[in-house]
Nanobody
Framework: QLRLVESGGGLVQSGGSLKLSCVVSGNTSDVYNMGWFRRRPRKGREPVSSIANRDGSTYYADSVKGRFTISRDNAQNTVYLQMNDLKPDDTAVYYC?????????????????????WGQGTQVTVSS
């Protein structure tokens, strides 16, 4: 069982930046992918970005491509989400998640069902 703890959320103006962090503890050698998901007000949870531990390949939702960057520091067991040019529509609770089920294709990296370990979430609010 893993423990995931997110941090870095907050209130920022439109056009601003935030960097989210997720520290993973436990048997991290079992992790195939780390992902970020978000739940916007009155909407379901949706994928944002993911990174594969095996080769560093990445996935981004179309809505964040070119603005968000996912990265990892394996020595620190930490995954980051750098968010630039934030928009009010990015307002959401952001969740960190880990896939310890199986190696998955890049096409599946945004599929929530593969992620079986979740953090509690961190609130990001973007004002206009």
């Amino acid at each position: 069982q893993l423990r995931l703890v997110e941090s870095g959320g907050g209130l920022v103006q439109s056009g601003g930046s935030l960097k989210l962090s997720c520290v993973v503890s436990g048997n991290t050698s079992d992790v195939y992918n780390m992902g970020w998901f978000r739940r916007r007000p009155r909407k379901g949870r949706e994928p944002v970005s993911s990174i594969a531990n095996r080769d560093g390949s990445t996935y981004y939702a179309d809505s964040v491509k070119g603005r968000f960057t996912i990265s990892r520091d394996n020595a620190q067991n930490t995954v980051y989400l750098q968010m630039n040019d934030l928009k009010p529509d990015d307002t959401a609770v952001y969740y960190c998640a880990a896939n310890t089920l199986a190696i998955i294709s890049p096409r599946s990296m945004g599929v929530e069902l593969w992620y079986n370990n979740w953090g509690q979430g961190t609130q990001v609010t973007v004002s206009s």
